[in-house]
């Protein structure tokens, strides 16, 4: 790398060299700075006295925020950022009114347990990382508008998080409007009669207790006792998509349990229609529209209700009610509150010994089980290849159409989250029910005759046939019959047949479960919830918000044994007796009053459900944004029917989690009036990973890669031969680069240029540090191609450029134009360096129309450097808001080239054509030439051969 610096590169006083990009990008980032240059100005106010500036269209772009790591940033880290502010600074240039910024996301996990480890309280750590991230950030050159920045920490900021907290409380959603609306509303209904309370009871006649739990049964916002994900060994309980597919936390790794805990949760189910539907008209990846379907999970089937003689009837949820006559047992999840009601005391006379799990009584055996089946995760209950357990509950059940009694298991692979937590079992054609039925001896009846030759006996068979493209069999009752149909049919006549009798009907539902919304943590936003003597949750009044964070002595979480299901959590606010206790009036007429807080806080994903909104109206006191300024910036418009930010760039890793919640949010916000789009972001883009080689020695543990040399195609470091294979970049892998080391060896410049040749954006690539060299070395030409070496002076001239020259200058405008307009930064950086190198070759000074453009041209990638020339030309204005070149067709359209035809291998003739032409079009041309024509006289054609554009060889028959 010092080779850059070397004598020889030096020695010219006016070189680029890395001290001269040094104090060329300090010296505009200060002035881009000081002048305001990307402050996007806003509708009211700014754009008001601005008719052509209002006239332009506007363009939102937007970054996933960073987390303010104590780790700094490494080289990957920037991609995204660098590639949205090329994007912006190309569609700035192409008259577009621009926002674009970047806050921090700032509460969460890892500053509490960098406190816990260190003893230093997390905003003091997260503050100095933010320090350092944007003094790196700035270092890029990225052209944000800097009023807008902020961090989520900031209690101006989590005000506003509380308050739309408090509008999420306060509202419920009304499934016939299909929208949510505030609680008032649904109060005024209880109270006028036109809603009947669930005993029929006057409102006025309930306590202010039971108003509040049955309000609380509607509320988006809501408290509840239910199972939760909780984990010990981080001290808090978590959301189910904190959760890994093997029923971990995703952070930590540790074990979760579930426990009944009182929390609080987002009622996100009520949408689950809308956060599907709405995806269609999203410009998203599939691939993430894809995963959110699956997350939400919409399944079509019915709830089935099977009579039980000692008590009500048992409801499930099916897919397949068309195999209903199918099904011969039941099962319920563990935890299912009928199994209570449904066991008799003793065993039934001649229950199979296999059933009973060699318990004496149906109480034990359920105890003994239900005890088995809580140490597991859902995950691993679910594991389609382990062996299925369970035990009888004494229990039979009347199957709806057949009438036939059916044996009720209780059995793990059961899930009490999902459906009614109950199922009816089809052996014959579900494979888990089918081993289900093989290890417990259960009957089993073939209702779809199966397609292959495997006969219509289930008893000979080795699994479960569960086609759906086939004819029902041994379906009838004295009623119906559905015998010969096939399952579409089968499903929608049985499903007829259940809703005329009482006993079921079609219903839909969905995977999907309410956002768990409490954390037993201190670095997160302050629930603005106090509970009054009898319990009652109060929301504080707007004018109490923001409640912030206490100081406290003690910030960290309670931790336990990872393995210890029974351990409670303990939140660290409700250490702070002073802070908890309170007595305050809160303006609903009670007068002063003693109250105790909530003392839970917010997921670290709440600050970033609405951030997208505070970046367009940042310091606004009074309103969550001024409506008409979302309505300029977010608001609905052709080709984006709900709005949202124009393109939003981030990982893929966030597909469900902070964008399903951010949608969630929108969705509540926009219904109650407050904003105009009913979705975050319109467009979203997943950038690919930078990726790093990793070195190991015979250990296998992780060496510094900068020190390791290659020799003859082998690595090695400290003289032993170490191992290398390609992996994520980071710290503990040894292998990060910042961006600080390659801007002070070649400049930002240089770096933004080699993330964005690296590859197309959206695909992953390894990092190089040697390769970068090769994008300094474009610089140095640029410049020198506008500068001269020796004197500094630039060496354009004011004539015109010749015929060759204007074509390549065109193409070059008229392809970087749509390259950059399509985010492919790597082809336009390859045609700007075709065209430099163009000019370096055709030798003697350039025309100034020329310079000027080739410097436009490379703007929004390396925008310090063409600042710099663009003053240096004897511009005023910056080069920020200059136009983009615009290329003149006719030097974009390709010359012609000549193609030869020829038959039995002599040229008969020569077509001028495009050199775009396709081979079908080039073969129709030649055999349509007059001159072909006359030289094949009518003989067949045996074979065309064609390769174009060149040559084009005909065999006659
Ligand atoms: C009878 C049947 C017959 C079923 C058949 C399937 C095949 P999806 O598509 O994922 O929605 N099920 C319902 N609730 C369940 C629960 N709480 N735990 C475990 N399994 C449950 O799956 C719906 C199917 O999964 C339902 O349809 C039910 O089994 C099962 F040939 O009912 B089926």
Redesign the pocket.
């Known amino acids: 790398m010092s080779e850059t610096n070397s004598a020889a590169e030096t020695a010219a006083p006016h070189r680029y060299t890395a001290a001269m990009a040094a104090d060329i990008e300090a010296r505009w980032q200060d002035f881009w700075d000081a002048e305001g240059t990307y402050e996007a100005p806003n509708p009211t106010g700014d754009l008001a006295g601005d008719p052509e500036l209002a006239a332009k269209p506007k363009k939102f772009i937007m970054d996933m925020f960073p987390y303010p790591s104590g780790a700094g940033l490494h080289v990957g880290h920037p991609l995204g950022y660098i590639a949205t502010d090329v994007y912006a600074r190309h569609q700035r240039m192409s008259g577009h009114n621009v926002l674009h910024t970047l806050g921090f996301d700032a509460f969460g996990l890892p500053a509490e347990q960098y406190a816990v480890q260190t003893g230093t309280h997390p905003r003091v750590s997260t503050e100095a990382n933010m320090v350092n991230m944007k003094a790196q950030l700035r270092r890029l050159g990225l052209g944000h508008d800097n009023r807008r920045s902020f961090a989520t920490i900031e209690a101006e900021y989590y005000k506003w998080t509380q308050w739309i907290f408090l509008q999420i409380f306060n509202s419920w959603y009304d499934t016939e409007a299909g929208r949510a609306r505030p609680i008032a509303e649904l109060v005024e209904q209880f109270e006028s009669g036109t809603r009947a309370t669930p005993d029929g009871r006057d409102w006025s006649a309930l306590s202010a207790t039971e108003r509040a739990d049955l309000l609380s049964e509607y509320r988006l916002a809501y408290a509840s006792d239910a199972p939760v994900n909780w984990s010990p060994g981080l001290g808090t309980v978590l959301a189910n998509e904190e959760v890994t597919a093997d029923g971990r936390s995703e952070r930590g790794n540790f074990p979760v349990f579930k426990a009944k805990l009182r929390q609080w949760n987002m009622r996100i189910t009520s949408y689950a229609d809308r956060l599907l539907s709405d995806l269609d008209g999203l410009d998203w990846p599939e691939a993430i529209k894809l995963q959110q379907r699956n997350w939400i ?1 919409r ?1 079509e ?1 019915a709830r089935v209700e099977f009579p039980v003689d000692t008590a009500g009837g048992i409801i ?6 068309d ?2 006559f ?2 011969t047992y039941m ?1 319920l ?1 563990p935890e299912h509150d009928m199994v209570e009601r449904i066991i008799p005391a003793a065993w039934p006379e001649g229950t199979h010994p296999v059933w009973t799990g060699g318990h004496a009584s149906p109480a034990e055996a359920v105890t003994a089980y239900r005890k088995q089946a809580a140490a597991k995760s859902d995950v691993e209950r ?1 594991a389609e290849a382990k062996d299925k357990t369970g035990v009888f509950t004494g229990a039979y059940a009347t199957n709806p159409v057949s009438g036939e009694k059916v044996p009720v298991f209780i059995a793990d ?14 052996p ?6 089918f081993a289900f039925a093989r290890a417990f001896e259960l009957p089993m009846r073939c209702v ?1 005759q199966p397609s292959d030759d495997r006969g219509t006996d289930p008893s000979t068979w080795d699994d ?1 046939f ?1 086609s759906y493209d086939a004819k029902l069999v041994n379906s009838a009752n004295d009623e119906i019959s559905l015998d010969g149909l096939g399952v579409v049919e089968a499903k929608a006549r049985i499903t007829d047949w259940l809703k005329e009798h009482g006993v079921g009907e079609g219903t839909v ?1 969905f ?1 999907l479960r309410d956002w768990l919304f409490s954390r037993q943590r201190y670095w997160g936003e302050p629930f603005p919830i106090v509970y009054d003597e009898d319990g009652i949750a109060h929301p504080l009044p707007e004018s109490m918000l923001p409640l912030e964070l206490p100081e406290v002595e003690d910030y960290s979480p309670r931790t336990f044994d990872p393995e210890d299901a029974t351990a409670q959590p303990e939140t660290p606010l409700s250490r702070n007796a002073d802070w908890v206790n309170v007595t305050l009036d809160l303006g609903d007429g009670a007068g002063p009053r003693k109250y105790r807080r909530e003392t839970n806080t917010m997921p670290n994903w709440a600050g970033s459900c609405w951030y997208e909104l505070r970046y367009l109206d940042p310091n606004n006191d009074r309103q969550l944004v001024d409506p008409a300024i979302e309505q300029y910036w977010m608001g609905p418009r052709e080709g984006q029917p709900t709005g949202g930010v124009d393109l939003y760039v981030g990982g893929a890793e966030h597909a469900v989690l902070h964008l399903l919640y951010a949608r969630f949010w929108s969705k509540v916000l926009h219904d109650l009036g407050h904003i105009s789009s009913a979705e975050p972001f319109h467009k979203l883009y997943n950038q690919g990973m930078i990726q790093a080689f990793v070195y190991r020695d015979s250990r296998g543990i992780a060496v510094p890669a900068a020190e390791v040399e290659e020799r003859d195609g082998a690595f090695y470091y400290e003289g032993e031969k170490v191992s290398r294979v390609l992996g994520k970049m980071g710290k503990s892998l040894k292998n990060a680069v910042t961006p600080d080391e390659i801007c002070a060896e070649y400049g930002a410049d240089t770096l933004r240029l080699y993330e964005m040749a690296m590859g197309p954006l959206d695909v992953s690539r390894p990092w190089d540090t040697r390769a970068v060299v090769g994008q300094y070395r474009l610089l140095q030409r640029l410049w020198r191609n506008v500068v001269d070496e020796e004197t500094g002076e630039i060496t354009v001239v004011d004539t015109e450029p010749g015929e060759d020259t204007l074509r390549a200058l065109h193409k070059a405008i008229d392809g970087v134009g749509q390259d950059m307009a399509g985010m492919r930064f790597n082809t336009a950086i390859a045609k700007v360096t075709e065209l430099n190198n163009h000019l370096t070759k055709a030798g003697g000074p350039l025309s100034r129309s020329v310079a000027e453009r080739l410097v436009l041209l490379i703007a929004p990638l390396a925008p310090h450097i063409a600042e710099e020339l663009w003053r240096r030309l004897g511009h005023t204005e910056s080069v920020v808001h200059q136009d983009f070149p615009v290329a003149d067709p006719a030097y974009v359209v390709d010359e012609t080239v000549t193609c030869v035809v020829q038959i039995k291998g002599k040229v008969r003739a020569r077509l001028e054509i495009s050199p775009a032409i396709t081979d079908e079009e080039l073969e129709a041309l030649a055999l349509a030439d007059a001159a072909v024509v006359a030289a094949l006289g009518g003989a067949g054609i045996r074979k065309v051969i064609v390769r174009a554009p060149k040559l084009v060889n005909i065999v006659p028959a």
Not at 419 to 424: F, P, Q, V
Not at 428 to 433: E, L, P, V
Request: hydrophobic share 45%; no cysteine; proline share 0%.
């Open positions: 999970g399944s089937g499930v949820f099916t897919t397949r009610q195999t209903l199918g099904a099962v999840a679910q692979y059961v899930l009490m989250g999902y459906g009614t937590g109950a199922i009816m079992a089809v014959a054609h579900d494979a888990r029910d779809v479960a569960g539902n995977r």
